[in-house]
């Protein structure tokens, strides 16, 4: 009977549920038979078995991964699985009590040497003009950050902190991007990149690993009244400053009424002798556009014109800020809805070990 009982257990084990393996796992760690442990902890940390796992026992059992792939001569793969481990839980820190100086000490090199933050924010947040999505930063090491709203394509619509981050960092974002405008979509990201990176001493490998860059996506919704178009740019100015063709227009036209002021009394009235008056009229004419396009001669400024000018630029600028003080009064009634999604890595964490 006792025999039975000793071969159902690892029975149990190998063909269990995640928490019955992984509790089979521990078992033989601490039996020292680091080779079942290291399978078995693969075996749960893998499909199907992993959906089982919530991320306090995912990081137990990597924690018991690493060490047992450490006492196994395994220091490469050692090193993988606590990088593993620090991009899926940065703040965490093996049991003292549990896991020896020796291994406490290669964790905190690999930890020292990958840069990543962990980002919690709520699942659902909406809140109105002046309201803003707090997310909440935590960092494996103290290091720099850079924290932006991303597009699809990656680009950064706002950075919304840059600089170092200690213990912990939240940071704040109202929903608009760098123009002031709603960045609205089902695609954007809260893109946090680690910057620099530092080697972990006496890790071996541990070092170079580097910052990584983590995106949590993000769906914005925005519900506010439609907005007012902006008047158009003005285009229809006149001169301000006389040109050549200005001044040659004023002599032109003086000249022509100069002309008709000879002619036109003989085709209303042929055969009659031209009379002094009509001299003096087409002179004067005359005088007056030579008058003119010597006052126009170009560069010269043309008062009347600015004047006019001005006269348009201030009904504009009325017009637009009274376009504008609607649409701000419009979008104070605005609501803006944030729903988070699952943190991605996307480089310089570590991967399967």
Same mark, same amino acid.
């Given at each position: 009977?006792?025999?039975?009982?000793?071969?159902?257990?690892?029975?149990?084990?190998?063909?269990?549920?995640?928490?019955?393996?992984?509790?089979?796992?521990?078992?033989?760690?601490?039996?020292?038979?680091?080779?079942? /442990?290291?399978?078995?902890?693969?075996?749960?940390?893998?499909?199907?078995?992993?959906?089982?796992?919530?991320?306090?026992?995912?990081?137990?059992?990597?924690?018991?991964?690493?060490?047992?792939?450490?006492?196994?001569?395994?220091?490469?793969?050692?090193?993988?699985?606590?990088?593993?481990?620090?991009?899926?839980? &940065?703040?965490?820190?093996?049991?003292?009590?549990?896991?020896?100086?020796?291994?406490?000490?290669?964790?905190? /090199?690999?930890?020292?040497?990958?840069?990543?933050?962990?980002?919690?924010?709520?699942?659902?947040?909406?809140?109105?003009?002046?309201?803003?999505?707090?997310?909440?930063?935590?960092?494996?090491?103290?290091?720099?950050?850079?924290?932006?709203?991303?597009?699809?394509?990656?680009?950064?619509?706002?950075?919304?902190?840059?600089? &170092?981050?200690?213990?912990?960092?939240?940071?704040?974002?109202?929903?608009?991007?760098?123009?002031?405008?709603?960045?609205?979509?089902?695609?954007?990201?809260?893109?946090?990149?680690?910057?620099?990176?530092?080697?972990?001493?006496?890790?071996?490998?541990?070092?170079?690993?580097?910052?990584?860059?983590?995106?949590?996506?993000?769906?914005?919704?925005?519900?506010?009244?439609?907005?007012?178009?902006?008047? &158009?740019?003005?285009?229809?100015?006149?001169?301000?400053?006389?040109?050549?063709?200005?001044?040659?227009?004023?002599?032109?036209?003086?000249?022509?009424?100069?002309?008709?002021?000879?002619?036109?009394?003989?085709?209303?009235?042929?055969?009659?002798?031209?009379?002094?008056?009509?001299? /003096?009229?087409?002179?004067?004419?005359?005088?007056?556009?030579?008058?003119?396009?010597?006052?126009?001669?170009?560069?010269?400024?043309? &008062?009347?014109?600015?004047?006019?000018?001005?006269?348009?630029?201030?009904?504009?600028?009325?017009?637009?800020?009274?376009?504008?003080?609607e649409n701000a009064g419009r979008m104070r009634a605005a609501r803006v809805r944030i729903r988070g999604g699952s943190?991605?890595?996307?480089?310089?964490?570590?991967?399967?070990p």
């Amino acid at each position: 009977m006792a025999l039975a009982l000793l071969l159902a257990s690892p029975l149990r084990a190998q063909n269990g549920s995640a928490s019955e393996v992984l509790t089979g796992a521990v078992r033989a760690y601490r039996d020292l038979d680091f080779d079942a /442990a290291a399978r078995l902890l693969r075996r749960v940390l893998a499909p199907p078995l992993a959906v089982g796992l919530d991320d306090a026992e995912r990081a137990r059992a990597l924690t018991y991964l690493g060490a047992a792939e450490h006492y196994r001569e395994q220091p490469d793969s050692a090193i993988a699985v606590f990088r593993r481990l620090v991009v899926l839980a &940065p703040r965490h820190r093996p049991d003292t009590l549990v896991f020896p100086p020796e291994i406490t000490r290669l964790y905190n /090199a690999v930890r020292s040497s990958t840069r990543i933050v962990a980002v919690r924010l709520p699942a659902d947040t909406e809140f109105g003009v002046g309201g803003k999505l707090v997310a909440w930063l935590y960092p494996s090491t103290p290091h720099a950050v850079t924290v932006a709203i991303s597009g699809e394509d990656g680009h950064a619509l706002r950075t919304v902190y840059a600089g &170092p981050i200690g213990d912990s960092l939240d940071v704040s974002w109202d929903g608009r991007d760098s123009t002031g405008s709603f960045a609205t979509g089902d695609r954007l990201w809260l893109t946090v990149s680690s910057r620099g990176s530092r080697g972990a001493g006496g890790a071996g490998g541990a070092g170079g690993a580097g910052g990584a860059k983590l995106r949590v996506p993000l769906r914005v919704e925005v519900s506010a009244p439609d907005t007012l178009p902006h008047p &158009p740019p003005l285009s229809a100015l006149l001169p301000e400053r006389a040109t050549r063709e200005t001044g040659l227009r004023s002599l032109g036209g003086a000249a022509l009424l100069a002309a008709g002021a000879l002619t036109l009394p003989s085709l209303v009235a042929p055969g009659e002798r031209a009379s002094g008056t009509r001299f /003096a009229v087409a002179g004067a004419l005359g005088v007056s556009g030579l008058v003119g396009y010597l006052s126009r001669r170009a560069g010269r400024p043309l &008062p009347e014109n600015a004047a006019i000018n001005q006269t348009r630029r201030d009904a504009w600028r009325r017009q637009d800020a009274a376009v504008t003080r609607e649409n701000a009064g419009r979008m104070r009634a605005a609501r803006v809805r944030i729903r988070g999604g699952s943190a991605v890595v996307l480089e310089g964490g570590g991967g399967d070990p």
